[in-house]
């Protein structure tokens, strides 16, 4: 199983330009999440998706948007980006969302995609 | 405001050094706490979940504990494979309303 799969690795961006970036799981959980990961602090959680076609706002969503019409995918656009988006990327996922059940899934994550806005 | 802190944010040992990194947290309605470990260059990969004061895991040289306000993870002779990233997440909050807070990490070197 490959798990969680992003691309791409590395982007470089100009202020003002929009791109994707790509997630998919071959897991099949029902719960997706994206993450920016800067240095000093912890993760931060962007956006989140407890199955297709539903998704909801996590801690920092300005500037980004997600949807999810496939339980494998859940990409992530940046829809101007600015240098305040630079930073480190991850899609996690798991079987549940955390804490809904008694049983608390643990995330699944990929290895993350490098974004540079200059 | 619920908060977690790492400490220390990195630690240099050598091989065979036993040590332990602390997560301490100020959060209401705990529910779990997770311990990750990051590589360079990688995701964080699932270590252990703890649920109450009192509760141990173990994994190798690795041995996570809980207390009501603070989670140690102790590294028993580590090597140098052993070098990385650990982070520490809570999950708080109600059944309608729950989060996980992530800590910054603490960063391992173990040299040979």
């Known amino acids: 199983n490959a798990g969680v799969t992003q691309t791409p690795k590395f982007q470089v961006l100009k202020t003002g330009q929009s791109m994707t970036l790509q997630c998919a799981q071959d897991m099949n959980h029902e719960y997706m999440s994206w993450y920016r990961q800067d240095p000093g602090m912890g993760l931060r959680l962007i956006h989140y998706s407890v199955g297709a076609g539903i998704t909801d706002q996590g801690e920092v969503p300005n500037g980004y948007n997600v949807s999810r019409s496939t339980t494998e995918d859940f990409p992530l656009r940046l829809l101007s980006a600015a240098p305040s988006q630079t930073s480190v990327y991850f899609c996690?996922?798991?079987?549940?969302?955390?804490?809904?059940?008694?049983?608390?899934?643990?995330?699944?994550f990929g290895n993350g995609t490098r974004l540079t806005v200059t | 405001e619920d908060q977690v802190t790492q400490s220390p944010e990195a630690l240099r040992l050598q091989e065979g050094e036993s040590s332990s990194l602390n997560c301490s947290y100020t959060?209401?309605?705990?529910?779990?706490l997770f311990w990750y470990r990051q590589d360079p260059g990688k995701g964080p990969e699932f270590l252990f979940t703890l649920y109450s004061a009192g509760e141990e895991k173990e994994k190798e040289r690795l041995k996570a504990t809980l207390t009501k306000k603070e989670s140690f993870l102790h590294i028993t002779a580590p090597k140098p494979e052993d070098s990385a990233t650990y982070l520490c997440a809570v999950q708080a909050g109600t059944d309608s309303n729950y989060q996980l807070i992530w800590g910054a990490g603490t960063k391992l070197i173990i040299k040979p």
């Open positions: 959060v209401s309605g705990l529910r779990g």
């Open positions: 996690a996922s798991s079987y549940s969302r955390a804490g809904s059940s008694s049983y608390n899934s643990p995330l699944h």
